[in-house]
Nanobody
């Protein structure tokens, strides 16, 4: 069983930056495929924010293009980052990491990001 551990959330002012991290803390990670970040704001549905595949191609939601970057650790393929810049109150949400490992989807526990005015 793979356990994903997220970190990096917190409270930041409008225009600030945060970097989220997600790594597989246990379990076999012999085959890691798509890595992604989702978020869920209060009263809203879960939203795909960004994803990256083994070849390096990335996909970003229109609402974060130009502000967020998803990347993968070169040394540890199970570690994925979400660099967030120029944050706005609309980015306030719980952010979840999702990893496709050995053909199974795993989720992190979620990390709160709050953007204050």
């Amino acid at each position: 069983q793979v356990q994903l551990v997220e970190s990096g959330g917190g409270v930041v002012q409008v225009g600030g930056s945060l970097r989220l991290s997600c790594a597989a803390a246990s379990g076999s990670t012999s085959s890691i495929n798509r890595l992604a970040w989702y978020r869920q704001a209060p009263g809203k549905q879960l939203e795909l924010v960004a994803s990256i595949i083994p070849g390096g191609d990335t996909d970003l939601a229109d609402s974060v293009k130009g502000r967020f970057t998803i990347s993968r650790d070169k040394a540890n393929k199970s570690t994925v980052y979400l660099q967030m810049k120029n944050l706005t109150p609309e980015d306030t949400a719980v952010y979840y990491c999702q990893q496709n490992i050995n053909g199974v989807l795993y989720w992190g526990q979620g990390t709160q990001v709050t953007v204050s005015i």
